[in-house]
């Protein structure tokens, strides 16, 4: 065989190697990928959830955070019509409805066994419920005893004059929990009494001023700079917040919820996630990895283990709507501007 004709045969033959390994890599299952979005504070659950999920069901599943819980949300409603991420987690109840207004969701109307009836807040069938806690008064105990003063019990005692000077709450311009501070005194006062409230509010506040957030309250209480605090009951368990104490008397309920969006491109993959986080196997991660209370009553609960349990509860008021953006101007234009 001649040099010309060997060379032709190699070509033929390298050719259909070539086209046989493309054929077999075309054949194989390609892994199924879900991106499951979320505020940056979830992050620890949101990795939990995915990896879990991608073991269970062999598929890639990573989150992604993403700022604050209503950056989210505007980013979800942004990019309603061609979404990045197929699911999202950490919807917080007071900003929901912006989300299925605007037409971002899937909606399933799912039925998950094991998840009680009342733990449901959206009756559009949307979001469904991932977690809670609660947000309340608490303070330092230790510090309100050397100065001769009795814990706080109401909103309203906050105003006292012996409390010049030692409350704060989170920047709701910069902070999910700030805003849930907010919606906490809205829907309890109503919006125009519960502006009157914090205008009167804004007197009694620490010198350290409005931390960002939950880190930088957390590290004020820490050292002692604030000895009352609008924000979450979780400090009283916290090791790293030593001294502190729960009001009891009442405490807003703070849900978080996990949706699917419209157009995601995995979206049949979504719904299962969706199932998963709802299941006990999922349920079983909030409580390790996000200092918050499962939905389901039989789930692992290790860091909540002695959580104060407020005597009333305070939901959500669903008449106000999704005002949290109005709520964030108002507030930087009358509250911290002054």
């Known amino acids: 065989m ?13 050719g259909v190697i070539v086209a046989f390994l493309a054929m077999s890599a075309f054949q194989q299952p390609q892994t199924k990928k879900l991106v499951i979005v979320g505020p940056a504070g979830i992050s620890d659950l949101g990795q939990a959830l995915a ?39 950490g919807i917080p109840e007071f900003y929901y409805t912006v989300l299925v207004e605007r ?17 449901f807040w ?24 050397r100065l001769g003063l009795r814990p706080p019990e109401t909103l309203d005692d906050l105003l006292r004059p012996e409390y010049k000077g030692l409350v704060t709450y989170p920047n709701p311009v910069q902070s999910g929990t700030g805003l849930a501070v907010l919606s906490w005194i809205m829907s309890v006062k109503g919006e125009e009494a ?18 960002s957030g939950f880190t930088a309250l957390r590290s004020a209480l820490k050292r002692g ?18 001294h502190m104490r ?36 999922g349920q ?21 283990v002695g959580l104060p349990q407020p005597r009333s509860v305070v939901v959500y008021n669903p008449a106000l709507g999704s005002k949290a953006d109005e709520w964030r101007l108002r507030w930087q234009r009358e509250i911290a501007s002054g």
């Open 2 to 14: 001649s040099i010309r004709n060997l060379l032709i045969v190699l070509i033929v033959v390298a």
């Open 51 to 89: 990896k879990k999920f991608s073991e269970k069901y062999g598929v890639n599943a990573t989150f992604i955070p993403l700022g604050g819980a209503v950056e989210m949300v505007n980013e979800l409603v942004r990019n309603k019509d061609n979404p990045p991420w197929d699911v999202a987690i």
């Open 103 to 119: 037409g971002v969701l899937h909606c399933p109307k799912l039925s998950v066994e094991g998840v009680p009836p009342e733990e």
């Open 122 to 145: 959206d009756p559009n069938g949307c979001v469904y419920p991932l977690d809670k806690s609660y947000i309340g008064i608490v303070y330092n105990a230790t510090a309100l005893e």
């Open 194 to 211: 519960g502006w009157a409230f914090l205008k009167q509010l804004s007197g009694q506040i620490a010198k350290v001023g409005y931390p």
């Open 225 to 242: 700079d604030v000895v009352i605090a609008l924000s979450w009951y979780s400090h009283v368990i916290d090791p790293g917040t030593p």
């Open 246 to 281: 729960a009001a009891t008397y009442s405490a807003f309920l703070y849900r978080e919820g996990v949706a699917v969006l419209k157009n995601a491109k995995n979206r049949d993959l979504a719904v299962e996630f969706v199932k998963f986080a709802l299941s006990k196997e």
């Open 284 to 304: 079983d991660l909030v409580d390790p990895y996000n200092y918050m209370l499962p939905v389901r009553a039989d789930a692992v609960v290790k860091n909540n």
